[in-house]
């Protein structure tokens, strides 16, 4: 069992990301404001929220030697006291009802390169990058939810 630290989102495309402490998730549109989680028509929605483990996030910056904070990434999640399953089809549910079925690791992008030389190849490390999800159940969540491995 883990615990929800942080939540942010960003409303285009390399737009500035938006720090907040809840959020309403929903199974067509992901986070409520964030521009990733809509599906594209035809689309299967493999990245609709991303999850970002605090460990993680601290072992890269350990490694380059910087401390930036967790929003940098650009994930939508920040996952305290739980290893995230790297297993695509494994359930999460947060808080009472929202359940996310991770599909799979997420890549590092140039952008990290940007943020600290180093930072992409220490991010591309053990999933230390993070996981993109699908929403099954929608709901509302907060920073201090609980979160739980539901399984496959």
Request: glycine content about 16%; proline content about 5%.
């Amino acid at each position: 069992m883990g615990t929800l630290a942080g939540i942010a989102r960003h409303g285009r495309p390399k737009g500035p990301m938006e720090t907040i402490d809840h959020v309403e998730v929903t199974l067509d549109g992901g986070l409520h404001g964030d521009f990733r989680g809509t599906i594209k028509p035809g689309g299967k929605g493999r990245r609709q929220v991303t999850l970002l483990e605090v460990g993680d996030w601290a072992a890269a910056m350990a490694e380059v030697g910087h401390s930036l904070p967790w929003s940098a990434r650009r994930a939508n999640l920040l996952v305290e006291g739980l290893d995230l399953p790297q297993v695509p089809g494994t359930r999460l549910r947060i808080g009472d009802t929202v359940e996310l079925m991770i599909t799979r690791e997420t890549d590092p992008c140039e952008r990290m390169e940007a943020l600290a030389p180093g930072l992409r190849a220490a991010m591309m490390v053990d999933w230390r990058g993070g996981a993109c999800s699908r929403v099954l159940v929608g709901g509302t969540i907060r920073v201090g939810d609980t979160i739980l491995i539901l399984g496959e």
